[in-house]
């Protein structure tokens, strides 16, 4: 089933489209960065001017939820099954397009791993964000029933896109893809499966150990000089041993 936008997971636990951001009173066009309320709610994480502002359509803070701007190609690869290409040239920070699903709640996230076989894809996202005072907010996307063109996005352990987490009407976060290099046309677009992002520290060495052995780990064929060998791999959505 195809759709654009992230929606309410089966758990129902988090509800996407929920809008629970005031909106900003700005009657300029575009909003200011220094006196819009949406701009100085924080820079990262990134948060965009919703239905509730009274700015223009045109606002700069209204990026991410104009959805897919850039003419992308699902096509077969050679190793790694299906993956997206760029039909065009794509600057560096240009909005590719988000990771759209269900989105989860840890137990239902953790639920669907447990039941995965070695023969399945693992399409659950899990992002981590360290927000102020060492809280952790955890958001687990899943497109696996539901979900747009990011599902065909392939990993790179040299990706060419980078995953932010960008908040449009509430904490629930769009897992939004951006070019992080030119990108020409017909370059195969991937992102970093391990949902770690430039503003965040490595993932912990300890999952290292546990992770080495395990069956379910699938080669990574991204062909980059700093290829890890391996998918990435998220333990925490595992039972530990
Ligand atoms: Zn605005
Ligand atoms: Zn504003
Ligand atoms: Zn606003």
Excluded at 143 to 165: A, D, I, K, Q
Excluded at 169 to 176: C, F, G, I, R, W
Excluded at 188 to 204: A, H, I, K
Aim: aromatic share 8%.
């Amino acid at each position: 089933q195809y759709s654009p936008d992230c929606v309410r997971g089966a758990d129902g636990a988090v509800d996407p489209t929920e809008v629970t951001f005031p909106g900003c009173p700005c009657r300029a066009r575009s909003c200011s960065p220094h006196s819009c309320p949406c701009a100085r709610r924080g820079a990262a994480p990134l948060f965009e001017c919703n239905a509730m502002c009274r700015c223009s359509d045109g606002c700069g803070k209204r990026v991410v939820q104009r959805g897919l701007r850039v003419r992308l190609q699902v096509f077969l690869t050679d190793k790694k099954g299906w993956g997206v290409r760029a039909l065009q040239p794509i600057a560096e920070g240009t909005f590719v397009c988000e990771y759209a699903g269900e989105v989860l709640g840890l137990d239902e996230a953790r639920r669907r791993v447990r039941a995965q076989t070695a023969q399945d894809n693992n399409y659950i996202i899990a992002v981590r964000e360290h927000v102020h005072g060492g809280q952790v907010l955890e958001t687990f996307v899943d497109p696996t029933y539901v979900g747009n063109v990011g599902r065909f996005l392939n990993h790179s352990c040299e990706p060419n896109l980078v995953m932010v987490p960008v908040r449009v009407d509430s904490m629930v976060p769009k897992l939004a893809l951006f070019a992080a290099a030119d990108i020409s046309a017909g370059e195969e677009l991937c992102y970093d499966y391990s949902g770690r992002f430039r503003n965040l520290p490595p993932n912990e060495g300890e999952q290292k150990a546990a992770e080495e052995d395990n069956v379910l780990r699938k080669p990574c064929f991204c062909g980059s000089p700093t290829c890890a060998a391996f998918l990435p791999w998220d333990g925490s959505l595992f039972p530990s041993a």
